[in-house]
């Protein structure tokens, strides 16, 4: 082969010769020839050369072109052996070929040419390939412009040279240099070939300067040239008037121009930096709205394939905008790009709209008339809806135009296309969009790629200079500082990038959202928005950032929606234009934003006022979707503008009615009020996703580090405040969204709660206090429920070992109690409740917290929030007592104390003081360990106080601090003991008695004289203080439809109660305690307060507590006991125990109480059989008198009567004196030794005093027997005890207590004058019992008061007096006191009463006790006679018989017969004793006695001496036995006995002539009466006169027969004969009765009838 290539020439050469005949048929069959030798590269340089000659000559006769073609073709490619001259021959003749006539030549030749040009350049590039590996000399560059300065370059090189030289010469219109022979060449197909070439080789202009400078001084200033028309031509602005017309743009060449500038920028940059300047701002230029259409949309299709590529968009910005003098190529691109969208959408709104956009471009004008909504229009009502843009009416149709990212042209690639094409609508602004949209994922993608490299470069070196490994350190720091410089530029460059375009972009992607009708599109354009606002978040770039979120927010909600947030932030508008993009103006130019999408939801605008609805569109709520996606993805970055983000997602949640559930998440609520939210099935099936997203959004929110997460609780503060400032004024719903999600964020991020909580709580803590209820209890939800997931979470270290952590989560519940709204409380203290259910063991240090919550509720907060608290605390109570430190304990009794103080619901107060006994009782029973915690603690603060210099204080201080505890304790029940209401003070008393008498015996001896003075005494005070000033108003009911029982309606009567209970209570102390009382220093002191506070009670005006306080005084003076062995203790069952002594059982206690005052020695001596002497006698008996001279002024001062009387007035109640008088007796054991005249005079004076006190009709039915009955009150019973006790006491006394006798004899007496004369009480008027109504009808007339029937009692006085006379009648003292003289005087009054005594038996009673006292007394009385002690008793008892005898009182109607006699023979019985005792001994007695005597029984035998009968002295008549007894009696005393005197003997004969007389003139009378009347009966007056006369005359005569007959005077038998004959005139009468006492009268008239004696007897005698 070789050798053939070596002879080609000679082989060639016929061929060419066969060329050479033009024959068709040869030539085509030599060149088929010559191709195939060429194709086994067999064809030497010269035959190349020859060969080519040769066709150059067929192509001048235009022979076989194709074929010629063909050849050159196969010649050139299969080898290299054609240069220079001959190769630029080849080339030439394929251009000819292009220019012939022939269609198909034509376009052969064009492709030829169009590969012979490649193949030339793959030669120089081979040709590098094969050089590469010798090292080049450095050429010396010529700075000038000659052409042919190409020696330096290798053939291949050179050829392609040449060749790219002429090919610049020929579309720039001169002449070629190396292709000689060109005869036309056109500029369209040079530029071709320009842009080929550069496209396909660049490297060959990168690596030789020959080319690189080729490409400047040619290729450039070629295209600016070339250029110009299309710069100058400004559409519309030439008519065809014009005088110059300009030279119109011609698209193929302008085409073909933009695509050698792509080429050129794309591959070149580097190179020509100053030349792409100017390209670039040419391309900007191309897009105003005065170029025709075809080129803007050429110069789009340009632009966007620089939008593709990220680097070299990086290289503008670094080349230009970041460079000081040069134009800011890359914000110019983008900005371009906006204002051409934009130009796009604003069509001149008048004219014809055929001419509008496109003057001098008809053909394309039919686009833009399409009406506005052409891409709705459809037939028979079926709408299909075309991707499409829609602003103010104008309509742009979405195209499909290339994939995603890359920049494939329609019109840059129409090079067969002479005439400028027709550009569809829409097509122009959907290259924009591309472009806009690759630009932002270009952009985007490019620096997180580096950001990312960065970061982690940064890591990896980070982590190797920590590890040791590292063998230098210099050389890392190097390259520490080397990467920081490298980010340094780098981030300047990113920023500078962001910066350049983010103002154009937003411009322009607001607008497409806002015009955008197509889902697609939308998600596009937010996606864009969404990857700049997070690139400006990364690179922290703010207000780009907040401006591409504000458009998101704008998107989200309905248009003009009014949110301060999106509109007042920094407004960003475009450097070269007038139009915002935040103010306003985007949003004002679309009044029908609405009107193409479709409307998914319908709700309310968060507003102040409501302004109607609002609707939202599906396209918001896919704005809101990518806002939610932004947060979600980018918190990170989001900083400040987690306010806008949240701002705008709070209304949409509003205007979706999403409402917050528990844990914060929001679900699909109803609105509260106004038109209800409407949402179609699209969005509803949307919302929980929202829902979803939306908690999804604030869980991410713990990935995120500490300050993003500050910035999130700072927009969820400020947010809830403008929330809140809404609320404000109104009730209406308000919005929750910031609160709920607040309690969301604060429940994901509990891991790092601390670095949050107090922003956090402080804020909720602010909503709890709103006015608007929901507001507020949203609040408080959301703290109670952070506190709680705080409390439970799973800390580490664990809150047992923080408690730093602990009270810091406590604490924002404890600041809930300074807010007063009552819903509020009522979570807090649910919270409260709950967190002891969970964590009530492990609270710890939390506890004074808890405890302080419960506390601080007050009075006033309603009974929901007190009962809801209480829980608490019984919980508390009940449960953890033991869990809490010591030092709480004191809380717990302060809190339980405060329960009890609240009179919201009684039922808590009273169970609160049972917790309080129950705390007791724990006390109790744990007092070792609480004693040893409470002492530790103690040491300690000392010793902190110490230090400090200050002085520990709490209360109670000296005492222990365990006895402290008590202390606090009792007064705390001591406080509830004076609370306002009854139950409670009765509750609240019985528990600190029962609590002290239960566990005082813990207490340290000191400490009792501070229960002593402190607790009990102030006590006492403080119930005395407002039982005196209670209130005396009657109590209609108890609250509800409690009736009040009458003994206590009124405050009064309710604290009475009190007193009485606390008193008892006190008194109790006083008596079980005393031996450990006693040994107190003050012990006296003491015993005369609690005297005072007796007496003040039984002083009180009211009968319970006055009756209480003897009953208090009883028990402390030990009378309840019947024995006195009441000083021991009451506890110990002590038989003799050791010293070491337990006081009284403690249950489950270790320790023995061994107490410092050596109460084991007492003890001890107790159980002996001596009885103790606790203190000496001395001090004993001055107890006992202090105890008297109370008992003396209770005495005196509740029985003096009072000066006035009303129906008000206060008077001591039986029971009340009955248990005064009971004191006396056992108080007198004690103090009888000193007992002298003086004190029994003090109570005589009391006794009588009591007794003289009247009852209420009221309580007379209770208090008195019915008034038959003959018994004593029990007060009468004691006033007789007390005296006999006494008298006792004097019997069994030394000599010289005999004295008192005559002292109680004249007690008694007086109590026996009652039987007649009832005690006056004052000036009280009382009413006999029998008259007194019982009240029971009237119940609330005013009383009456009652005498009581004092008769019993003074009857028994006198039972009493005569027994004691009995005993007592020789005693010297009651002999020279006149004893007898007294009872007897006494007895004067009964007995002259006789029936007329208030009591039948009284007389009775009188008359033999008179009897049995005189049959003791008138001895005594006789063997005294001589020393006149008993000289003024006869005259008193003459007088005594005289009134008793001849009483003036009338005995009653109804007085039966037998009763008569008997009375009778009580009379007879006073006579017989006269006869008897007195008559006999007359030598011994006064004679004025005697005479009375005499005068006496004369005139009962003679009745009286009155001429006419009165009344009185008819019942005398009646009292035959008694006339007789006087009468036997007198004539015995007249007859029998020597008369001493003649004067009696006279009175006695006197007597009875006067006597028979009267009889005579009655009985005259009465005949001559009964003769006249008649037939007419005479008046019984007369009857019983004359009846009366016959029966004395019959009892005279009895009389004088049993005298002795030498006693009676002769001229008495003559007077008493002489009556008979006018006995006999009475037998007429008609009266029966008369009749058959004249019988009688008669009959013993036959003991005269004696036979007359003979005269001569008689003479004779």
Known sequence: MPALKENSSEVVQPFLMGCGTKEPKITQLCLAAIQRLMSHEVVSETAAGNIINMLWQLMENSLEELKLLQTVLVLLTTNTVVHDEALSKAIVLCFRLHFTKDNITNNTAAATVRQVVTVVFERMVAEDERHRDIIEQPILVQGNSNRRSVSTLKPCAKDAYMLFQDLCQL????????????????????????????????????????????????????????????????????????????????????????????VLIKQFYSLL????????????????????????????????RFCVQPQLLRSFCQSYDMKQHSTKVFRDIVNALGSFIQSLFLVPPTG???????????????????????????????????????????????????????????????????????????????????????????????????????????QTTTEEASSPTQSSEQQDLQSTSDQMDKEIVSRAVWEEMVNACWCGLLAALSLLLDASTDEAATENILKAELTMAALCGRLGLVTSRDAFITAICKGSLPPHYALTVLNTTTAATLSNKSYSVQGQSVMMISPSSESHQQVVAVGQPLA????????????????????????????????????????????????????????????????????STVLTTAVMTDLPVISNILSRL??????????????????????????????YGNNKEPSLFAVAKLLETGLVNMHRIEILWRPLTGHLLEVCQHPNSRMREWGAEALTSLIKAGLTFNHDPPLSQNQRLQLLLLNPLKEMSNINHPD????????????????????????????????????????????????????VV?????TMPCTCLQIVVDVAGSFGLHNQELNISLTSIGLLWNISDYFFQRGETIEKELNKEEAAQQKQAEEKGVVLNRPFHPAPPFDCLWLCLYAKLGELCVDPRPAVRKSAGQTLFSTIGAHGTLLQHSTWHTVIWKVLFHLLDRVRESSTTADKEKIESGGGNILIHHSRDTAEKQWAETWVLTLAGVARIFNTRRYLLQPLGDFSRAWDVLLDHIQSAALSKNNEVSLAALKSFQEILQIVSPVRDSDKPETPPVVNVPVPVLIGPISGMSRPF????????????????????????????????????????????????????????????????????????????????????DDLQKLGVILHSAISVPISSDASPFILPSYTEAVLTSLQEAVLTALDVLQKAICVGPENMQIMYPAIFDQLLAFVEFSCKPPQYGQLETKHIANAKYNQIQLFAPAEWVALNYVPFAERSLEVVVDLYQKTACHKAVVNEKVLQYIIKTLRVPLSLKYSCPSESTWKLAVSSLLKVLSIGLPVARQHASSGKFDSMWPELANTFEDFLFTKSIPPDNLSIQEFQRNENIDVEVVQLISNEILPYANFIPKEFVGQIMTMLNKGSIHSQSSSFTEAEIDIRLREEFSKMCFETLLQFSFSNKVTTPQEGYISRMALSVLLKRSQDVLHRYIEDERLSGKCPLPRQQVTEIIFVLKAVSTLIDSLKKTQPENVDGNTWAQVIALYPTLVECITCSSSEVCSALKEALVPFKDFMQPPASRVQNGES
């Not at 191309?286 to 789009?300: C, I, N, S, Y």
């Not at 009940?878 to 033991?882: E, I, Q, V």
């Not at 001890?1164 to 001090?1179: A, H, K, Q």
């Not at 009567?1201 to 007035?1209: E, N, S």
């Open 171 to 262: 579309v720039n219109a001169d002449a070629p240099y190396w292709l000689v022979g060109m005869t036309e060449m056109t500029r369209t197909f040079g530029l071709e070939l320009l842009e080929s070439v550069l496209n396909d080789f660049p490297q060959v202009f990168l690596q030789h300067q020959e080319f690189s400078f080729l490409l400047k001084e040619r290729v450039c200033p070629l295209v600016i040239k070339l250029f110009s028309p299309n710069i100058k031509f400004r559409q519309g602005s030439s008519t065809s008037s014009s005088p110059a017309p300009v030279e119109k743009p011609y698209f193929p060449i302008c085409m073909r121009l933009l695509r050698v500038v792509s």
């Open 608 to 675: 102040v006022q409501p302004q109607g609805t609002v609707m939202l569109t599906s396209k918001n709520i896919q704005c809101m979707r990518t806002l939610l996606n932004l947060a979600h993805c980018h918190g990170a970055v989001l900083g400040t503008s987690w306010q806008l983000v949240l701002a705008t997602l709070q209304h949409l949640v509003w205007i979706l009615g999403l409402k917050p559930s528990s844990g914060g998440a929001l679900k699909p609520g109803r609105a509260v009020e106004g038109p």
């Open 698 to 727: 604030f869980e991410s929110s713990q990935y995120l580090d500490d300050v993003s997460l500050h910035h999130l609780i700072n927009a969820l503060c400020s947010l809830s405040l403008e929330a809140m400032d809404m609320a």
């Open 878 to 882: 009940t449960d953890f007592l033991p």
């Open 352 to 458: 014809n709209p055929a001419t509008s956009n496109q003057a001098g471009n008809n053909n394309l004008g039919g686009s833009v008339s399409a009406p506005a909504n052409s891409g709705m229009v459809g037939i028979g009502g079926g709408v299909t809806l075309l991707p499409a843009f829609e602003y103010r009416g104008t309509w742009i149709p979405i195209l499909t135009i290339t994939v995603q990212g890359s920049a494939k042209a329609t019109y840059l690639e129409m090079l067969d296309k002479v005439e400028p094409p027709t550009i569809p609508e829409g097509y122009a602004m959907s290259v924009a969009f591309h472009c806009l949209l690759d630009l932002v994922r270009g952009i985007t993608s490019m620096i997180e790629g580096e950001l990312g490299e960065v970061e982690t470069e940064c």
């Open 273 to 304: 930096v100053t030349e792409c300047e100017i390209f670039l701002s040419l391309l900007v230029k191309f897009l105003d709205a005065d170029k025709p259409q075809w080129l803007r949309a050429v110069a789009v299709e340009s632009i966007h």
């Open 1154 to 1237: 061994v107490r410092t005052d050596s109460i084991g020695e007492r003890l001890g001596r107790y159980s002996s059989s001596e009885p103790p002497i606790v203190t000496d006698e001395l001090e004993d008996l001055n107890l006992w008198w202090a105890a008297w001279n109370t008992w003396y002024r209770i005495g005196s001062e509740s029985t003096k009567p009072p000066v006035t009387f009303d129906k008000l007035t206060f008077i001591p109640s039986q029971p009340f004196l009955t248990a005064l008088i009971q004191i006396f007796p056992a108080l007198y054991q004690h103090i009888k030794t000193g007992f002298n005249m």
């Open 824 to 875: 509020i409380r009522l979570k807090q203290l649910e919270c409260v409740l709950q967190i002891l259910q969970s964590q009530g063991d492990s609270l710890g240090p939390g506890w004074p917290l808890v405890l302080g919550v419960m506390g601080a509720i007050r009075n006033d907060q309603g009974e929901s929030l007190i009962r809801t608290a209480f829980q608490c605390l019984q919980l």
